[in-house]
């Protein structure tokens, strides 16, 4: 009877473990994500900041 006890817990602890891990996995994939998301943000920022200063570099060329 012990043996049965001992192996439904150890079958209880190792499903309590795949699943910590299956939601460890999920949130580094979205942790991931989000860093992804955030590169390309700062990239399109700083490509809009760019273009805006070409333009103004071609109306102060045109003015002169």
Same mark, same amino acid.
């Given at each position: 009877?012990?043996?049965?006890?001992?192996?439904? @817990?150890?079958?209880? @602890?190792? #499903?309590? /473990?795949?699943?910590? =891990?299956? *939601?460890? /996995?999920?949130?580094?994939?979205? *942790? =991931?994500?989000?860093?992804?998301? @955030? #590169?390309?943000?700062?990239?399109?920022? +700083?490509?809009?900041? /760019?273009? #805006? +200063? !070409?333009?103004? #570099? !071609?109306? +102060?060329?045109?003015?002169?």
């Amino acid at each position: 009877m012990n043996r049965l006890v001992a192996q439904a @817990k150890s079958r209880q @602890k190792m #499903k309590r /473990r795949k699943i910590v =891990k299956k *939601r460890l /996995r999920k949130l580094w994939r979205k *942790r =991931k994500l989000c860093e992804v998301v @955030k #590169k390309e943000r700062e990239r399109q920022e +700083f490509e809009d900041e /760019r273009q #805006k +200063f !070409e333009q103004e #570099k !071609e109306a +102060f060329e045109y003015r002169i």
